[in-house]
């Protein structure tokens, strides 16, 4: 076995030189702020297992800047639906959907995401809006994101990528819907 | 377990610093688009790591601007009718309140750049004075000599 393979075992707490307790499972003693993008320190050693903050993230990117995309909708009647093609800026690559409604009382909107150029959609189906996106204070960041340390964040066409928003209003009341990403606009790969 | 220096410094002649910077704003009622400016300090560029948000009424939309470029963070993306004025992204959207759940993350950190400033706009739409305090959280990438 390899030592690559037997670290990664470890890490899952299997075989010699498995940590006991994975962090996440540990509770938290204090109420500390944690970005869970940043890089951590040792992957099998709790005591070692401190995050290091300002010392990288765990997102194989460098550089580009934040920006949120953002789409509100005109008030939309009961089960109404609405849809827009967003433009989105250039060299996008996709983190996080957010949304908010103002009715929330029976799952507030659905929601489907359609790449327009690659014709690819990112949902399978119209999605409810608390499971698929968060907010500011909950940010529901992509598996894809988090998941997997290898992956990249989805990149949308480099310039004038198109996205497909599809709102469907679950209030029997009028509904305000805002609905959009979060992500990074340009940046490198490491 | 303490940061060693090395870690501290990742890149020759840099040292992280931890630091804040604040944007304060008292938003009049209805108010569209409230400026108010974010000046990096200028002894060093500030590595951003987090947004967080204070507010006294969630009805609130903001805007950020880097000036030097005129790089919008929050961009417009619904099909607007030429009536309609883009005011940017409601605020709880945007960044969490600290107190109850936390800060937004930024997941890859911005560098900006010593002086530079950022604009902010506010637009209110809760009839009331709005409140608002955005924070950034972050570093101080400090130069020093070796």
């Known amino acids: 076995m390899d030592s690559d393979r037997r670290d990664f075992l470890a890490w899952l707490g299997i075989g010699a030189g498995a940590a006991a307790l994975r962090p996440l499972t540990l509770p938290r003693l204090v109420n500390t702020l944690i970005n869970p993008f940043a890089r951590t320190g040792s992957p099998s050693n709790n005591q070692k297992d401190q995050y290091l903050l300002g010392d990288g993230t765990i997102i194989p990117m460098a550089g580009g800047s934040p920006v949120w995309v953002y789409c509100e909708f005109n008030t939309l009647g009961s089960l109404k639906t609405g849809r827009v093609r967003i433009p989105m800026p250039e060299s996008f690559r996709l983190l996080t959907y957010f949304g908010s409604a103002s009715v929330n009382a029976k799952g507030g909107f659905r929601v489907n995401v359609y790449d327009v150029d690659r014709r690819q959609r990112l949902t399978d189906r119209p999605v409810n809006m608390q499971t698929l996106s968060g907010n500011g204070s909950s940010p529901l960041f992509q598996g894809a994101t988090i998941g997997s340390r290898q992956a990249a964040p989805y990149a949308f066409k480099e310039t004038n990528a198109k996205v497909l928003i599809t709102v469907v209003n679950l209030e029997p009341n009028p509904n305000q819907i805002q609905f959009g990403m979060y992500g990074i606009q340009g940046g490198r790969g490491i | ?146």
């Open chain 2, 1 to 146: 377990m303490a940061t060693s220096p090395s870690a501290a410094a990742t890149a020759r002649g840099i040292v992280k610093i931890p630091r804040v910077l604040v944007v304060d704003a008292v938003v009049p009622l209805n108010t569209n688009q409230f400026p108010s400016v974010l000046t990096i300090p200028q002894d060093a560029d500030f590595e951003w790591w987090f947004l967080a948000a204070f507010r006294t009424d969630s009805r609130m939309k903001v805007l950020i601007t880097e000036s030097a470029t005129q790089r919008q963070m929050v961009y417009s993306g619904s099909q607007q009718s030429s009536s309609t004025v883009f005011n940017g992204v409601f605020i709880d959207n945007l960044a969490g309140l600290v107190a109850s759940n936390g800060a937004f993350p930024i997941a890859v950190p911005y560098v900006m750049p010593a002086t530079r400033a950022y604009q902010h706009a506010f637009t209110d739409s809760s009839g009331a004075q709005n409140t608002v305090q955005l924070v950034y959280h972050g570093f101080a990438l400090l130069q020093v000599s070796q």
